[in-house]
């Protein structure tokens, strides 16, 4: 075999092994642990967890999400306490009422907010 051949043999030798350990599933790795707090039943929140549990969508992905449920006033609080880190109701609104309330705590022309 000539020298040209036999470098090009080497070099598809060298690719063929680095796409195999590119592929090739990685160690098995424990899934990362996600705590989420979401809202019970009637939230519309509510039918996810059990889809996510079902499908195995969290281990699919290489996660080990475990789901707590809260009323909105322990979930608001625990929330943005950072209690929990991450939250699967209506997180975003959770997250600006609280930057309202903390922006507009030391103005006098600040609406009231009812309960």
């Given at each position: 075999?000539?020298?040209?051949?036999?470098?090009?043999?080497?070099?598809?030798?060298?690719?063929?092994?680095?796409?195999?350990?590119?592929?090739?599933?990685?160690?098995?790795?424990?899934?990362?642990?996600?705590?989420?707090?979401?809202?019970?039943?009637?939230?519309?929140?509510?039918?996810?967890?059990?889809?996510i549990?079902a499908?195995?969508?969290?281990a699919?992905?290489?996660?080990?999400?475990?789901?707590?449920?809260?009323?909105?006033d322990?979930?608001?609080?625990?929330?943005?306490?950072?209690?929990?880190?991450?939250?699967?109701?209506a997180?975003?609104?959770?997250?600006e009422?609280?930057d309202?309330?903390?922006?507009?705590?030391?103005?006098?022309?600040a609406?009231v907010?009812?309960?």
């Amino acid at each position: 075999m000539s020298t040209i051949l036999r470098s090009a043999a080497s070099i598809v030798a060298a690719l063929a092994l680095t796409t195999l350990v590119i592929l090739a599933p990685a160690a098995a790795q424990a899934p990362a642990k996600i705590t989420i707090v979401v809202f019970g039943f009637p939230s519309l929140g509510a039918f996810m967890p059990p889809v996510i549990k079902a499908q195995k969508l969290d281990a699919a992905n290489g996660l080990d999400i475990e789901f707590v449920e809260r009323p909105p006033d322990a979930y608001t609080t625990q929330f943005n306490s950072g209690e929990f880190k991450v939250g699967g109701s209506a997180a975003v609104l959770t997250v600006e009422r609280m930057d309202l309330r903390t922006h507009d705590a030391g103005r006098t022309d600040a609406p009231v907010q009812e309960r």
